[in-house]
């Protein structure tokens, strides 16, 4: 039996009867996309809370190893003899630490900005008939727009106005109405996410304490069910997954965060309206790679523009500054080497991710592109390798073909311009010369050999 495994038969047939069946289960899945979507839908919400628990914990990692190596030191060198009081000590408090800078985190934000937060939609939604009215005010005194655009845009403020009344009176009261009716289902939801993010905090807590044990238990399960070189693979892999997301991830909340605390200094420094709202939503929109700082710049402006037109200029002018700043001294020192992808795939992984996921898919899509743009680069290479072919892409620029009788590459010239000249010329000067021949065979009467 063993030998008949071995043989590259039934391996051949395993891996037809493997992929027939992968054709059937996705044929399946597709005809009952509704049905799965459902069943899936159901079983993240079950799974919710270690969900909550496992992102939170991969969040907390950086905190919580960096705090138990330095507590493991402070107790080694207080001369500590006992090292299983060192592991525990370091354990329980690398954890402590953790968690309370996570409630700190959650409970500044709850109580600093979320007030401020509501306060300053309020405003916002209450000043929009009298900041319309100064924004038609303002253009009539700009002297380089024409009339006819000045009269174009006061009919259409004129008419948002219009709309937004209407608006008001038919469509918001009526589903303030249906809302109010349905305001149980709402405090039900909340108080299940409620009851969902305290059981993630416990789920948290264990898998920091026990995220060493899980390591170990999947190294074992690499090496029991695959081979020595397969498993290694693997584990390499995971590691290589585990550096990019967390690399980028944590790095780009810090950077986020920075970008969001320059922009409320900066805005409380020139008396702006609205700083707490539009520095958050700075903050949350640079999270999107490439587009984020347009998508939050541009709303920011737009609520600006209903105070002071001239803010808006001035916050326009400051966010190009910042992004110049962020983009070229503080997002690469925090980021570092963690993303290693061009401009293009970055922009492709941010809009396939964001069409398929949404916002998480615009913010993940990056690192997961990376990893398997990684992985594709890392079976070419292999391939190339068992070809004895050069692995560097740099080889592979001037290639024109690979002759089979020598074994080798043969590469085009290295100045293809003044090639392509060359042979123009010499197709030129045959032509000449055959035109100039024929031209004197016809005056000897002798009848041209090639017509």
Not at 285 to 309: C, E, K, Q, S
Not at 310 to 322: N, S
Not at 332 to 350: H, N
Not at 428 to 444: H, P
Request: glycine share 6%; charged share 20%.
């Amino acid at each position: 039996m063993r030998e008949l495994i071995k043989t590259k038969y039934f391996k051949w047939g395993l891996t037809l009867c493997l992929s027939l069946l992968g054709v059937v289960v996705l044929y399946l899945l597709l005809s009952k996309f509704s049905a799965v979507h459902g069943a899936l839908g159901v079983l993240m919400g079950i799974l919710s809370p270690f969900i909550y628990g496992i992102v939170m914990a991969y969040l907390l990692r950086p905190v919580y190893n960096g705090c138990h190596v330095r507590i493991e030191k402070m107790l080694t060198n207080m001369e500590v003899k006992s090292h299983k009081a060192i592991s525990v000590t370091s354990t329980v408090v690398s954890v402590t630490v953790s968690m309370l800078l996570l409630i700190a985190v959650i409970a500044g934000l709850m109580i600093m900005v979320l007030p401020q937060l509501v306060t300053s939609l309020y405003d916002i939604i209450v000043s929009l008939p009298d900041a319309a009215v100064r924004a038609m005010a303002w253009i009539e005194t700009v002297d380089f727009i024409t009339p006819e655009i000045k009269a174009f845009v006061v009919q259409q403020f004129e008419n948002t106005i219009g709309n937004i009344d209407g608006w008001v009176s038919d469509t918001l009261v009526p589903y303030l109405k249906e809302v109010a009716l349905t305001v149980s289902a709402g405090i039900m939801g909340a108080a299940s996410f409620v009851f969902d993010f305290i059981v993630g905090l416990v789920v948290c807590v264990y898998v920091l304490l026990s995220k060493s044990l899980f390591a170990a238990q999947s190294k074992k399960l690499a090496f029991s069910f695959f081979e020595k070189d397969t498993a290694n693979t693997l584990i390499n892999g995971a590691r290589y997954v585990d550096r990019v997301f967390n690399g980028f991830v944590s790095g780009n909340i810090i950077d986020s965060l920075l970008v969001g605390v320059i922009t409320f200094v900066v805005m409380n420094i020139f008396g702006w309206e609205f700083a707490v709202v539009v520095s958050a939503l700075i903050a949350i929109t640079n999270l999107i790679p490439f587009f984020g700082p347009f998508i939050g710049g541009g709303i920011a402006a737009v609520l600006l523009l209903t105070v002071d037109p001239m803010d808006a200029v001035y916050f326009i002018i400051f966010m190009l500054i910042l992004q110049q700043v962020e983009g070229n001294i503080i997002k690469p020192r925090i980021l570092s080497e963690s993303i290693d992808l061009s401009s293009f795939w970055i922009l492709f992984a941010i809009i396939v991710g964001g069409g398929m996921f949404g916002f998480v898919g615009m913010i993940l899509g990056v690192p997961v592109f990376t990893v398997i743009f990684a992985f594709i680069s890392w079976l070419v290479d292999r391939r190339l390798k068992m070809k004895n072919l050069p692995e560097e892409t740099e080889s592979y620029a001037r290639v024109d073909h690979y002759d089979f009788d020598k074994g080798e590459f043969v590469f085009l010239p290295e100045d293809m311009e003044e090639e392509k000249k060359n042979r123009k010329r010499e197709d030129k000067e045959k032509r000449k010369a055959r035109r100039e021949k024929r031209k004197a065979l016809r005056k000897k009467h002798i009848k041209d050999p090639e017509e």
